[in-house]
């Protein structure tokens, strides 16, 4: 046992050494086929509409963004590089923001990319016809015009000057659409069919079963992609994902895999695997339904709220689960977000969990729920929905409550919370690409697209928008706290569990990924190669 | 483990859902016989009250699926002619589809959850029954007291439910036993597919599909006591079923 634990380390060790110093003094070798799989299915691969790392995996690298996080350094905040656009810049009061268009870019049916194909799509992005879903239409709510002076350039122009602005461009679901499809085929062409201008040509897609890609010869970054190809391969058991890799069937999975799985992988190869960890940006919520009774009553969400302890949870879960840190409504590292010590201001953070649950006893009887039972709607998907349901429910057994789980695949899930909102209370995540808090806690607004609780919280749009046009940071961080008091604790909109911790184990030939606090950023994948 | 399902409460040392984080992962010990799983929560507790959702659902499902399957049977020999004709042809298109596709295809319209589960599951069972117990009915159908019984003027669901359907007890019973089997591995099946019973609920297939995924090197524990629960369980009722028509069998009687 001791000499396993000992292989482990020295393993982790060892890989991660190797990934501090990745493939930097290498030369990319081209050629291959990257094999990686998906722990989920495609609901569509429209990247507008969607918000699920099963389509961004497989779909991304077929297109281009606008501007995007700088694939040799995705962990920064603020290290944003041209994609299609050539510079990029802004006017002394932030208010207007012109892209200057790449001339040398194609579609891969071969029309040729221009300003106005980068205008109809921020156009579907920011201003949709209704019945037309843009998952963020939210992030760009600053939006005042986009305008193309001249055949290769776009401007924005924004209402206030927003620090959230690049960042959401930035975002790598903004897939840039050539007009002429949107203009013939509408807007919900893009959900079946798939023409961009990114690193890969769309080979097939079999539902279920595997995307495929081939290098397109015509990428405007030039000398990429090193790949010949790549093949995302659906394995929605976390067993058959780490199987694969083990038997190199498959080479890498980007969504992240537990500690556990971590520890097999390297107690099995070695050094053939090598090993990228870092914080994620995403966080498991309960969102109860606002609209079904008694969850319209605040006393009993924040009950629901006060029964869970995240500080012993987090201990526990960590070693099973792809989850890890306490932390409120910002990413934790981040300077806005609450330390420690506001934290456990804030009901259900509190340390003293006896205390906490004796008030949310008292304030269920108060509710006259006392003897509440209700159904937790949650995703199909082990990690870490399986675990933190199975946890989640535990949890408010300890104060009378009687929780019957329905885990339904993705598809149903998110039916359930989009257009249908049938359920009692449900878990959902708040997965963000960017570190960017301001926008991140936008889901958290009623007003929201994502947003499936089915509230209306007038302050809380206010606090947002003081945030979204304030310049000075000490005031984001002061507006922050109040609106995280007032989601999290007065109101207890959404009931938040734990943020996401990244485990990357991967085939070490794998080279030139690297790991970015999302699993949603740095998917092009035109930088990575095999060491073959 | 009829005994277990119905003293499960008396008979577990642990409450079977409730996580214990102290004791993740922990190898069969004196606290914990068969160990615990990833929550902590002791497996042979988890078992024993397992038993009562197999038991449950099996035990309905069989019921269910042979009683329907004896009506049906029965009523399709009795009447003959088209009734019987068409009633077959029925059961020749659900016998094409294997049980637990045709299970699949229930629950994904149903829902999950032990209701849904049992429907799933006897649905399939209806028409095997059905089948065996018509070839049977229509030897009894002959028989001159069924004569009898309609020249006295007895209704139609009389003679079916009191004169014939008794008389064909014995393949009814051996059908029933057999498919308590059945329903069990269907429902550990079904379970593990994600589709059955939903976790933190006990069930052997769910806890099976729980510790194969992540656990079976490092834990083995986690898989081995529910894989075995199914095992026994289906072979315990196999056998009985082997007995039972061993008993009602009058050829085999004697042997």
Known sequence: MKLKTLKILAGTTAALLLTAGVATAESPKRGGILNFVVGSKIPSMDGHMEGTFGMIHPIRPFYSTLIRVNPANPSSTTDFVCDVCSSFSSSDDGKTHTFVIRQDIKFHDGEPLTAADVKATYDKLVFPPKGILSLRKKFFSMVDSITTPDKYTLVMKLKYPSPTFIPSVAMPFNFIYSKKDLDTHGYTWHQKNVNGTGAFVFVQHQPGAFVEGKRFDGYHHKGKPYLDGYKAISAPKMAVRLQAIRGDRAAIEFRGFPPKARDDLISALGDKITVQEGDWNCSLLVTPNHKAKPFDDKRVRRALSLAVDRWTGSKALSKIAIVKTVGGVVFPSHPLAATKDELTKIPGFWTDIDKSRAEAKRLLKEAGQSNLTFTLLNRAVDQPYRILGVWLIDQWRKIGVKVTQNAVPTGPWVDSLRKKKDYQVAIDANCQSIVNPIVDVSKYLGSASNNYAQYTDEPMESMHEKMSRSGDEAEQRRIMRQFEQRLYGEEAHIIPTLWWYKINPHRSYVKGWKIAPSHYLNQHLDQVWLDK | ?255
């Open chain 2, 1 to 255: 483990m009829i005994s277990a399902a119905v003293f499960a409460d008396q008979i577990a040392m642990y409450n079977p859902e409730v996580n214990d984080f102290a004791a993740m992962l922990q190898a069969p010990s004196l606290d914990h016989i068969f160990g615990t799983d990833e929550f902590g929560r002791d497996i042979y507790s988890r078992i024993v009250h397992g038993a009562r959702t197999a038991m449950l659902v099996g035990f309905t499902a069989a019921i269910c699926g042979s009683t329907l399957g004896l009506l049906v049977g029965v009523t399709s020999a009795y009447f003959g002619g088209w009734v019987d004709i068409t009633v077959q042809r029925v059961i020749d298109v659900l016998i094409a589809f294997p049980s637990i596709i045709l299970a699949l295809a229930i629950v994904i319209i149903l829902g999950r959850g032990v209701g849904p589960v049992i429907v799933a599951i006897t649905i399939p069972l209806i028409p095997n029954c059905a089948r065996v117990v018509r070839s049977s009915a229509l030897a009894i159908r002959e028989i001159p007291y069924v004569d009898a019984a309609r020249a006295m003027g007895f209704g139609h669901a009389r003679i079916v439910l009191r004169h014939i359907s008794p008389n064909i007890m014995a393949p009814y019973l051996i059908m029933l036993t057999t498919f308590l089997g059945q329903a069990i591995l269907a429902e550990a099946s079904l379970s593990y597919l994600g589709l059955g019973v939903q976790e933190p609920t006990p069930a052997w297939g769910l806890m099976l599909k729980s510790g194969a995924e992540e656990y079976a090197e490092s834990a083995p524990w986690a898989v081995i006591f529910p894989g075995v629960a199914i095992s026994l369980a289906v072979f315990g009722f196999n056998l009985f079923g082997d007995a039972m028509r061993d008993v009602l069998d009058p050829k085999l009687r004697d042997r």
